[in-house]
């Protein structure tokens, strides 16, 4: 039986979202970088993390899907055709936080809010 592992997500510059996704989500991180890691990265003419086309989020807990960041030279321009429904305990602050971060609100719905990452990838949040 096929499991997800990897939640695969197209971006114009994957570090700086991936390090939003790391903050709006309990649990996860970017994968930190190791010396081999820069090592490859410098060999492929990759600078700086900064600049790496293909950045990882890892969830703290074992067997919870990953998030892949990957550069793609065009920009979203429909709605998604798949999108992440995330739950919180208390709706209207977890928006003010997300928007803090840079999320934008798109729609408030009794049940659920839809939002946007600061990419423009959609997004849904609702009560647990």
């Not at 996860?28 to 890691?37: L, N, S």
Request: net charge negative; aromatic share 6%; with cysteine.
């Amino acid at each position: 039986m096929a499991r997800i592992r990897d939640v695969t997500v197209d971006a114009r510059h994957p570090a700086s979202i991936a390090r939003f996704w790391a903050a709006a989500l309990d649990g996860y991180d970017v994968a930190p970088y190791d010396d081999a890691e820069l090592a490859r990265l410098r060999s492929l003419g990759i600078a700086s993390p900064e600049d790496d086309p293909n950045v990882l989020v890892e969830p703290a807990t074992a067997g919870a899907p990953r998030l892949f960041f990957q550069l793609v030279p065009e920009l979203k321009e429909l709605k998604n055709r798949m999108h992440l429904d995330l739950a919180c305990d208390d709706v209207e602050e977890e928006v003010q936080r997300l928007t803090r971060l840079g999320a934008r609100v798109l729609a408030e719905h009794s049940r659920w809010v839809t939002l946007a990452d600061p990419e423009g990838n959609e997004f849904c949040l609702m009560r647990h």
